[in-house]
């Protein structure tokens, strides 16, 4: 390894032509949940990704050959094309890949209804169908659900009791929420969730 870098501009073009293209594919993962990559399968897309990124700053990479700028901000835009580029490339991929207008062209990024709905973060009230009876609950900022590769698994934060009409009564007393298995799962439904819905719960409550 020593021998390999022994002269600066075999290390520079290891630095130009994969690390780039290995920061782009680590930060796509890291958005876009998927099973763990073999990186040794991986390295003529870190390359290709890596000559995509010199293309898109070729006009700045020869003024600063060209024009010699300040020591200080040469390094500067060595920092930005190397390092908050290829960081910033598939973070707006992946937005764009979330838009209507790719959505409708193209396959969206989040293979798993699963992880779409649950990467958006937002409380909802949920009901938990499971084998033998229903489990009714509060996902909230608490909450937490896992994500592909990782076996589905749901942690609710608040258990609330459902009368016949699947209608949420009150909060479980000292409960600490529940964690479901997604094999005992045979359905969940998911509502929208409104302080005065917790309101208007406590007060039947109350009334009782």
């Known amino acids: 390894m020593d021998k390999l870098f022994e002269q600066q501009s075999t ?3 290891f630095l130009a032509f994969f ?13 876009v949940p998927t099973e763990r990559r073999d990186f040794s399968k991986s390295v003529f897309d870190a390359v290709a990704y890596s000559a995509v ?21 040469y390094w500067f835009f060595v920092v930005v094309v190397f390092i908050l580029a290829p960081v910033g490339w598939p973070v707006l991929v992946f ?6 207008w790719f959505t409708s062209r193209l396959s969206h990024p989040t293979q798993m209804p699963w992880d779409y709905v649950f990467s958006k973060h ?16 509060l ?21 609330w009791s459902l009368d016949d009409q699947s209608r949420f009564q009150h909060k479980v007393e000292q409960s600490r929420g529940m964690i479901f298995f997604a094999k005992d799962i045979v359905a ?21």
């Open 11 to 13: 290390l520079a073009l």
């Open 95 to 100: 937005f764009l890949r979330r838009t209507k």
């Open 19 to 31: 690390v780039p293209g290995f920061l782009m594919i680590r930060v796509y993962d890291l958005l």
């Open 122 to 137: 937002e409380m909802c009230w949920v009901i938990v169908h499971l084998k033998d009876r229903r489990v009714g609950g």
């Open 188 to 208: 969940l439904e998911l509502f929208n969730y409104k302080k005065e819905d917790v309101k208007k719960c406590q007060t039947t409550a109350l009334g009782k």
């Open 53 to 73: 990124n010199l293309v898109a700053f070729s006009p700045l990479l020869y003024w600063m050959q060209s024009a010699a700028p300040p020591a200080s901000l």
């Open 139 to 159: 996902y909230g900022a608490k909450s937490f659900a896992s994500s592909d590769p990782a076996e589905p698994q749901i942690y609710i934060e608040e258990i």
